[in-house]
């Protein structure tokens, strides 16, 4: 079937016709020199021009043409797709000369080939050294996708490939005479590069346009509609405004349906977020509560250990069993070239009877006797060659079964060594092999090998190894244990400090009352001394005038009250400080021992984080341990 191929990124020639725009009326392009093109006439290419540079049209509403062939105006195209590069000039650093770089190209061109309805055979070996017309006829195939008017005419093939594959700005340039070679060694690995970068090309842009076309989709279906529906009420709510009617309950019963749609449909997207979700939730519930991937693997690899003493006692049975089978046909073989002998020595009596009878008279008793000897004789050869048929059906049985045997330890082996590389055990460079190659080589022909490094080498050190990992899997068991009563102790030890900052903040609260209690004492002692020296200086006022006697008593009073009144004032002082130094240090005190409860806290934290991972990872990484020394607390 002939592929019609999709529609092409743009026309190449200035008699092909441009696609129908998807949007009402022109569209202007973003180039510099680009025009606005109604949509029934040929649309302009939205690249730059050879005059003025600017950014190619990205809009999914055309495709852009990618040949830079002359149009009907006389200006060139030029590609949304790069620069031009200088021609002979680049070297390609692309590997492709390389076998597995081919095989990569090979595989993509054919993808793509297939995916797209190519009608011609097609193949990995067809691919290795085409013909010129097999090339040909890929290429023109791929070409439709570009621009399906666009076509390779085989008179001028080695001009207009060239020029075709510049005009898409490739890069690297390719020789008109290497187009006369296709399939020759030097000349196809570079067409073939040329060939899968084609096809990276187009598929790009259908990625580009299928996410373009997506977009505009979601817009028509959403914002665009609504800003139309929208322009379209406020048009008839003019138009009936216009006609004197102040009433617009239908025009808004309009709008409200459609509003209501819309808002239908962001409750549907609300509840889809939300199932999305609760799916979510759940996942994350089931993988929390799924167990412990430790366990697994101890009981897979116990399960592994298991198989391999099974496969070990296996080998050795199928050893056993296929020492005896040999041993059988070499039997059979003995016989069977005994019974062959007899045969020919048979034969070559009959002969000489034969001779012998054919020589000389023969009476008719004797011509009986031959007759009843030849008789037992082809008896007795019959018994012998039913007898060889039988050993040789034996021998044959023998053959298969041990052909069968030979295939189920080969499949053991191929489970040992799948097996051997999942537990890291080979090759002899892998993490528990220790410089020891696991690695069975089978050799049918040689089993006595199998056996010797079986027995001599890979058993003594898998034993070793299960006894290390055994003895490690103690000691991780051990360690945890250890590390467990540590964070018991430090459990303990951070319940103590956090009950002796409870008792250091019950003594400060009770300090501070203290502090308070004693203040207001000191307040009211500092009160009643001044209202007592008010009044005896009242007192020594009215006295004054009585007498002199009695105002120097009052003024040697007065002292001695003023003295006493400095004393209680200098020791209210005095005990006033001594209590603000005392809360003042038991503050600090309690800051620093805060701040060292705290600081111990978070060290007692990351050690306890840093032992817990420690262990975590010497459970999964045994046999190797590594005792974490604990920090300094």
């Not at 290429?139 to 996708?145: A, P």
């Not at 007899?342 to 009878?357: D, M, R």
């Not at 040992?416 to 080979?426: E, M, S």
């Amino acid at each position: 079937m002939t592929s019609q191929g999709r529609a092409a990124l743009a026309p190449l020639t200035n008699s092909s016709q441009g696609r129908q725009s998807m949007i009402p009326g022109p569209r202007k392009s973003i180039a510099p020199s680009a025009r606005a093109a109604p949509a029934n006439e040929k649309r302009m290419s939205v690249a730059p021009s050879s005059q003025v540079e600017g950014r190619p049209s990205t809009s999914s509403q055309g495709r852009l043409s990618t040949l830079g062939r002359q149009s009907g105006a006389g200006v060139r195209r030029s590609s949304m797709y790069g620069k031009q590069a200088a021609p002979g000039s680049k070297k390609d650093p692309r590997p492709v000369s390389d076998k597995q770089y081919m095989g990569q190209c090979v595989r993509k061109v054919i993808l793509y080939l297939t995916s797209h309805g190519y009608d011609q055979e097609i193949n990995p070996k067809l691919l290795i050294s085409p013909t010129a017309k097999q090339f040909f006829s890929i290429l023109q195939f791929l070409v439709r996708f570009v621009d399906p008017s666009f076509t390779i005419t085989k008179e001028k093939f080695e001009e207009e490939v060239p020029n075709m594959f510049k005009a898409l700005k490739y890069p690297f340039t390719i020789s008109p005479k290497s187009l006369l070679s296709v399939g020759t060694p030097h000349t196809w690995p570079n067409l073939l590069a040329a060939l899968t970068w084609l096809v990276e090309l187009i598929s790009y842009q259908e990625a580009v346009e299928e996410s373009s076309n997506d977009l505009m989709s979601d817009k028509e279906s959403d914002a665009f509609l609504n800003d139309d529906q929208f322009f379209l009420f406020t048009s008839k709510a003019y138009n009936e405004w216009l006609k004197g009617s102040s009433q617009f309950e239908e025009v808004e019963a309009q709008l409200e349906t459609i509003n209501e749609t819309h808002c239908a449909k962001l409750k549907q997207a609300i509840d889809k977020m939300n199932e999305q979700k609760r799916a979510l939730q759940q996942e994350i519930t089931m993988r929390t509560n799924q167990p412990n991937p430790v366990v697994e693997l101890e009981t897979k690899l116990a399960a592994c250990n298991s198989d391999l003493g099974k496969f070990k006692q296996l080998i050795t049975n199928l050893n056993d069993h296929m020492a005896k089978v040999q041993q059988i046909v070499e039997d059979q073989k003995a016989e069977l070239e005994a019974k062959q002998n007899e045969l020919k020595a048979a034969q070559k009596e009959k002969e000489l009877l034969q001779h012998t009878v054919d020589t000389q008279p023969m009476s008719a008793a004797d011509v009986e006797k031959l007759t009843a000897e030849r008789v037992a004789l082809e008896e007795q050869l019959a018994a012998t060659r039913a007898l060889v048929e039988e050993n040789e059906r034996i021998v044959f049985d023998k053959e298969i079964t041990i052909s069968k045997k030979v295939e189920e330890f080969e499949k053991a082996v191929q489970a040992y060594g799948t097996q051997a590389r999942k537990l890291k055990l080979v090759p002899s460079n892998a993490k528990y092999a220790k410089g020891i190659e696991f690695q069975i080589q089978f050799n049918p022909h040689n089993p006595d090998a199998i056996v010797d490094q079986i027995r001599g080498t890979i058993k003594p050190e898998l034993e070793k190894l299960k006894m290390d990992v055994a003895r490690s899997v103690i000691e991780a068991k051990n360690e945890t244990l250890t590390i467990q009563e540590q964070i018991e102790r430090l459990d303990e030890q951070i319940s103590n400090k956090k009950d002796d900052i409870e008792a250091l903040d019950s003594k400060y609260k009770k300090l501070e009352a203290a502090y308070l209690k004693e203040k207001q004492t000191l307040d009211e002692q500092v009160r009643t001394v001044s209202s007592e020296s008010e009044s005896m200086a009242a007192e020594i006022a009215r006295l004054r005038e009585a007498s002199q006697d009695a105002v120097a008593r009052s003024q040697k009073s007065l002292d001695a009250i003023r003295r006493e009144y400095e004393e209680v004032q200098a020791s209210a002082s005095r005990e006033k400080a001594e209590m603000q130094n005392i809360i003042l240090s038991s503050m600090e005190l309690l800051a620093s021992h805060k701040a060292h409860i705290h600081s111990n806290l978070e060290a007692l934290l990351k050690y306890y984080v840093k032992v817990k991972n420690e262990a975590t990872t010497q459970s999964v990484g045994a046999p190797t341990l590594i005792k974490p020394e604990p920090e300094a607390q």
